[in-house]
Every structure is written in structure tokens, then in C-alpha cells.
């Protein structure tokens, strides 16, 4: 009955998968320069996709050189944990926490509650009462399971609607329409419990850019910070998705201030999911490079002169496996550039930009 969301796992992609994780652990052992990352201010990471983790060694090796954390893209989200109720999976997630952890390298966890990513049978409940106790049985035995190796979790993804001004400050989803905001409340209640020592977040993206719009979800987010403490809520950071759009340049002042009313909350912050979406971008690769390598640099200002993040983490590594190819590709054809890496994993003027805030 289950579907595995890795599509057409063979034998052989196993094995190369294997070789990867041979290849990368015993690389420290050849060649020790390369395989630790150089000392950083702040912790550098990516997401990994499991099937690329498993086929393709030459781009896990690319983590290993470069990450001090790394962590599941999708492997820790409910459809790939609990596609059918009752049954989890953590074949995928434990293989790259378990990596991680073999290498000695931080991980993440993303993340518990998303509008999406969610089986049918998830989807099409209609009841609080239901909503509620699903919700905290996931978190408890997922949150549970990873307790002692997964020190962060994105507790709550994307609950700020794309523009809060419009129909509503919230995203619609079955928690929204079954429990209303409190399933923020039942969410982090049930992560505390089941992960007690573990760092909670909740991760929203489109925080630092300019506009009326991207200062509502800013207020927005501080409004679910505020909510949560005033319950009594542990809330250790924000997870600001770098998914950064030329449409939407950086509003340095805006960000630099949201940080300081972060701070004055005592809730820290990370940068996640950092890439530009460079759909409508110059096909020209050097123009394109230079633009992107130019906004991560404006929004790194920002952030790191106010106050360190937490971590800094990009979402993939290489251009040679983005979600963007799928949802936003090129209007002109050509290939997504948005990460700090080429296809071919060499270091872009991005990689160059995203070092300089790291150098001790
Ligand atoms: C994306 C993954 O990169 C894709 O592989 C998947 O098909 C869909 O989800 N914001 C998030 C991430 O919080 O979880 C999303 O990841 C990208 C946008």
C-alpha cells in the first residue's frame, strides 16, 4: 500500500548509495583538509534529498567537505514518515541523520507541521478532536524517535499566509481548519515534551524583503512569537527562509529590525533554505551568478551585522538538484543557477559571498 516518495529505488542505487557513504567517511582518512569543513563563525549547512544522497556520491561528497550540519530535505516530512497512518517509516531520515551524526556533523530537523506533504488520509480530516490527537501522536513518536540526535526542529513551517493583508493573517491547511491557531500551541507543547532538550522554531519565508507585504508576515511572525510566550510556550528561534526573489529585493532595515525585535523577545534565528530563484533572471550565467552572488551578500549584511544567526543553510547544495528547476524553471530554457554550487560543484561567486560571512 505505501508509496515511497523516492521513486524507482533499485538495488544498484542502493549500492552507489552505499559506495557514497563509504567514499565520504573514509575519505577523512585519505585526505583530512578536504574533509572537515574549515573552522566557521557560524555553522554552515544544506538540505540533503535522500535519492541523491543514495546515487550520486560525487554530490554528497560535496557536503561533506563544505557542511558542518546536514540534514533531510524532505525525508523528516509527514508523507515521507507516515504515509499511512500508524505505520512509520524512518528508513530515509535515519540514513541521512545517521550519516551526519557518523561524520560528526550537526543536523536539522524540518519539520512537523506544513500545510503540505501530507498523506490523503491527513488531508481529509475533518474533525479538532482527531486533528489533535494525530497531530500530537506524529510529534511525540517522530520528535520521540530522533530525541538525543536531532537538536532543532522546525516545529512549524509556512503557517504565515503569502500575504497577510489579503484573506487573513494564516495559511489555510487541515490544522488551520480543523483546530485554528492553536495547533501552533498543541504542536509545540507536544515537540517540548517528546524533544525536551531540543531547539523549536518555527521556519517562514519572504522575511526580509521589501514592501508592505513582507512587513505584515514580519508582524505577522512576531505576533506567533508573542502568542506562543504569552501561553508559556518555550520559542527558541526563527527559521528565516532564504528563498531569496529579484522581484523582492532585500530590505535591509526592515530585517535588521525584526532581528532586534526578535532579540528583545529572547528568540534567536537562523538563515534556512537560502537560494534565488533566478527563474526570471539574464540566461547569461555570469550576469545571473553575479546578481544572485550580490542579493545573498545584501541579505547576509543585514542579518549578520545585526546579530549571528544561529546556523546559515542553503537549500541543496549544487545546482544540479534544485526544487526550483521544478516549480520555477528558467523562462527562457535555461538551467536554474540558485544555489552556491554549479551542476558540475564548483564553487560559484555565491559560494564566495556565503564564505566571507563565515571566516572566523
Ligand atoms: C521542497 C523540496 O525541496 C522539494 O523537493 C519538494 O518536492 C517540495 O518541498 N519551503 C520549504 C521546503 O519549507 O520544505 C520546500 O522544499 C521548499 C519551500
Known amino acids: 500500500m505505501r508509496q515511497n516518495s523516492v521513486k524507482n529505488l533499485t538495488r544498484r542505487s542502493v549500492l552507489a548509495g552505499a559506495g557514497a557513504l563509504t567514499a565520504a567517511t573514509t575519505l577523512p582518512v585519505c585526505a583530512p583538509a578536504q574533509t572537515m569543513p574549515r573552522k566557521h563563525r557560524v555553522p554552515f549547512g544544506a538540505a540533503l534529498e535522500y535519492q541523491h544522497f543514495l546515487e550520486d556520491s560525487d554530490y554528497t561528497a560535496l557536503?561533506?567537505?563544505?557542511?558542518?550540519?546536514?540534514?533531510?530535505?524532505?525525508?523528516?516530512?509527514?508523507?515521507?514518515?507516515q504515509y499511512n497512518q500508524g505505520e512509520f517509516d524512518y528508513l530515509q531520515a535515519e540514513g541521512i541523520i545517521g550519516f551526519a551524526e557518523h561524520l560528526?556533523?550537526?543536523?536539522?530537523?524540518?519539520?512537523?507541521?506544513?500545510?503540505?506533504?501530507l498523506p490523503d488520509w491527513v488531508q481529509s480530516i475533518t474533525s479538532a478532536r482527531q486533528a489533535k490527537k494525530v497531530l500530537i501522536n506524529h510529534i511525540h513518536n517522530v520528535a520521540g524517535h530522533f530525541a538525543?540526535?536531532?537538536?532543532?526542529?522546525?516545529?512549524?513551517?509556512?503557517?504565515?499566509?503569502?500575504d497577510p493583508r489579503d484573506k487573513g493573517e494564516w495559511r489555510d491547511s487541515v490544522w488551520m481548519r480543523t483546530l485554528g491557531l492553536s495547533?501552533?500551541?498543541?504542536a509545540f507543547a507536544a515537540a517540548a515534551e517528546a524533544a525536551p532538550n531540543a531547539e523549536l522554531a518555527i521556519n517562514d519565508y519572504d522575511l526580509g524583503s521589501v514592501g508592505p507585504r513582507c512587513q505584515a508576515r514580519r508582524e505577522a511572525m512576531l505576533t506567533l512569537v508573542r502568542r506562543l510566550q504569552d501561553r508559556g510556550q518555550r520559542i527558541d528561534s526563527i527559521g528565516m527562509q532564504?528563498?531569496?526573489?529579484?522581484?523582492?529585493?532585500?530590505?535591509?532595515?526592515?530585517?535588521?529590525?525584526?532581528?532586534?525585535?526578535?532579540?528583545?523577545?529572547?528568540?534567536?534565528?537562523?538563515?534556512?533554505?537560502?537560494?534565488?530563484?533566478?527563474?526570471?533572471?539574464?540566461s547569461d550565467r555570469y550576469v545571473r551568478d553575479e546578481f544572485s552572488a550580490d542579493m545573498v551578500d545584501q541579505f547576509l549584511d543585514a542579518a549578520f551585522s545585526t546579530a549571528l544567526p544561529l546556523s546559515l543553510s542553503t537549500w541543496g547544495l549544487s545546482d544540479r538538484y534544485t526544487w526550483l528547476s521544478e516549480v520555477m524553471p528558467h523562462r527562457k530554457g535555461a538551467k536554474n543557477r540558485p544555489l552556491p554550487f554549479d551542476e558540475n560543484l564548483q564553487p560559484k561567486p555565491m559560494?564566495?559571498?556565503?564564505?566571507?560571512?563565515?571566516?572566523?
Open 148 to 162: 538525543g540526535s536531532v537538536p532543532a526542529w522546525d516545529v512549524v513551517n509556512e503557517v504565515i499566509a503569502h
Open 63 to 81: 557536503f561533506v567537505e563544505h557542511c558542518d550540519m546536514i540534514f533531510p530535505m524532505n525525508a523528516l516530512k509527514w508523507e515521507a514518515l
Open 104 to 117: 560528526d556533523r550537526a543536523t536539522y530537523g524540518h519539520t512537523f507541521v506544513w500545510y503540505t506533504a
Open 351 to 360: 559560494f564566495d559571498v556565503i564564505q566571507r560571512y563565515l571566516a572566523v
Open 183 to 186: 495547533h501552533i500551541d498543541i
Open 242 to 282: 532564504g528563498h531569496l526573489d529579484p522581484d523582492f529585493p532585500i530590505d535591509q532595515e526592515g530585517l535588521a529590525r525584526f532581528i532586534r525585535e526578535l532579540q528583545s523577545l529572547g528568540v534567536g534565528y537562523r538563515i534556512t533554505e537560502l537560494d534565488v530563484n533566478d527563474w526570471k533572471l539574464p
